[in-house]
């Protein structure tokens, strides 16, 4: 593995992570497109302290969302302090390296620093993939719900406090 960089993200580099998303579009099980994620979702997640990148070098390879963002907020969950993570994106070229379970890992620890007691999101059911790399690093599926014309399941983690 190489010597990786994982820290928030920045305004200037707002472009290239709208380019990480387009990219993604198309894969297997991906439900994202061009109006979703936006340029303007990836703005005001650098806007709120939300996004994170994880750099190789100059170059961002992996994204994630992750805080206080609220958008799963009236389902049911058991976490009562809960933070929420969405938007997790590795370059194509370095799919299925561990990069994602890196950039995670981070996260999780960062969440767990800033007080949440676990982290929740939802997840397309035909996303195998995701809900591979979810139940591999530990998430445990709590629910369902259709959203966004689409069946989903509801996944979370409880921290060890």
Not at 56 to 66: H, L, S
Not at 108 to 131: C, P, Q, S
Not at 138 to 160: A, I, L
Request: charged share 25%; net charge negative.
């Amino acid at each position: 593995m190489g010597n990786y960089e994982i820290r928030l993200a920045h305004d200037d580099e707002i472009s290239e992570i709208v380019g990480i998303y387009h990219s993604l579009i198309g894969s297997p099980g991906c439900s994202w497109d061009l109006d979703y994620p936006s340029r303007e979702t990836a703005e005001d997640d650098v806007k709120n302290g939300y996004l994170y990148v994880m750099k190789d070098g100059e170059k961002i390879i992996a994204v994630a969302t992750a805080g206080n963002l609220d958008e799963w907020g009236d389902l049911q969950w058991s976490l009562q302090n809960p933070c929420e993570l969405a938007r997790i994106g590795v370059i194509p070229a370095m799919q299925k390296q561990g990069i994602g379970s890196i950039l995670l890992e981070h996260i999780i620890k960062e969440m767990k620093d800033k007080g949440y007691d676990g982290m929740r999101f939802t997840v397309w059911k035909n996303n195998h993939g995701a809900l591979a790399f979810y139940e591999k690093n530990g998430f445990e599926k709590c629910g369902e719900v259709f959203r966004f014309d689409r069946d989903n399941w509801c996944y979370q983690m409880e921290f060890n406090t």
